[in-house]
């Protein structure tokens, strides 16, 4: 199993279908921070359908609180359009926990420094655009690190 954990996510379509993603992959969701919308919101119940029945969700108020629960800190990858390592160079181990940032700005230096040795970047070899949607990048390292697994 995998953790995916959303920094503050801003758009609930986004988070609604990171959490689809979740149900059909038996991944984790960890959702930290202020979020941009009430867990209840229609657009995000809409994005993720009937699945949140299904969705393995944990709420933390703080990523502190996420970290003191979150067992091994060494097995956090951060994921930014600012870093240079691709993320298929991370030895992806089942628990691994790949962190995502909002919408807007991404992680934050802070959170980027403290797991530097741990931040990797999805390339867009057309360079045409700064970053790729949300789920769209959660959905792309997720599933290349369960294919890696061999986890179906």
Same mark, same amino acid.
């Given at each position: 199993m995998l953790h995916i954990a959303l920094w503050q996510p801003e758009i609930p379509p986004n988070t609604g279908?990171?959490?689809r993603l979740c149900a059909a992959t038996g991944c984790r969701l960890h959702l930290i921070g202020k979020l941009g919308f009430k867990i209840d919101d229609k657009h995000l119940r809409?994005? $993720?359908?009937?699945?949140?029945?299904?969705?393995?969700?944990?709420?933390?108020?703080?990523?502190?609180?996420?970290?003191?629960?979150?067992?091994n800190l060494d097995r956090i990858f951060c994921l930014s359009a600012r870093a240079v390592r691709p993320y298929t160079q991370i030895d992806i181990r089942s628990g691994d926990c790949l962190m995502f940032g909002p919408e807007s700005c991404g992680l934050s230096p802070e959170i980027m420094e403290r797991h530097r040795e741990r931040t990797f970047v999805i390339p867009m070899p057309a360079a045409k655009v700064r970053s790729l949607n949300l789920s769209t990048a959660v959905g792309i390292v997720v599933y290349d $690190?369960?294919?890696?697994?061999?986890?179906?």
């Open positions: 279908n990171v959490a809409r994005a $993720g359908l009937d699945y949140w029945p299904s969705v393995d969700l944990k709420l933390h108020a703080t990523m502190a609180d996420f970290e003191a629960e979150f067992k $690190g369960l294919r890696r697994l061999q986890s179906w």
